[in-house]
């Protein structure tokens, strides 16, 4: 009894490039705080089944297995970096090939979010990228950043 790996043959493992020259220009830096839906239809086409947002501009836009228009986006736009609501992957066409960043951490953690209900699994991936000692003091998840009115009003 053998076992055959079948993801040997005609499958070869993708190992996204680390050194993507066109993340920085090209990621919204508040990423973070941008609510992600998954099921958000091809801007286009609208069509829901298989799309790709694209990290510049937030547009969403559909596969080249469905109607092409993310590539079609890039092409217009030249907003290089699009992730996948399939599998999360996230592409740089300029560089002609998947890339993964630490930076862009939290944009695949709101797609699983979005997609999945909760934190992925490896989430905590994101906590020891900082070296700083936490001093438990019990704080909550604070989401007041974003509205700036007057606190005071005498
Ligand atoms: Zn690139
Ligand atoms: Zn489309
Ligand atoms: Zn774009």
Redesign the pocket.
């Known amino acids: 009894m053998s076992t055959a790996t079948n993801w040997q043959a005609g499958f070869h493992p993708v190992t996204p490039r680390t050194n993507?020259?066109?993340?920085h220009d090209n990621i919204s830096p508040n990423w973070a705080e941008v609510t992600v839906d998954v099921s958000k239809p091809c801007t286009e086409c609208n069509d829901a089944s298989e799309n790709w947002r694209c990290l510049r501009c937030q547009g969403v836009y559909c596969s080249r297995y469905i109607n092409g228009h993310a590539a079609e986006h890039h092409k217009n736009t030249s907003h290089?970096?699009s992730i996948s609501f399939s599998d999360l992957s996230i592409w740089?066409y300029?560089?002609d090939d998947y890339?993964t960043s630490r930076l862009l951490k939290p944009i695949t953690t709101a797609l699983y979010v979005s997609k999945f209900g909760e934190m992925p699994p490896n989430s905590n991936d994101i906590e020891i990228a900082s070296e700083e000692d936490t001093t438990g003091s019990g704080e909550g998840p604070s989401n007041s950043a974003g509205e700036s009115g007057p606190s005071k009003s005498d």
């Open positions: 993507c020259p066109h993340l290089p970096i740089c300029d560089c890339i």
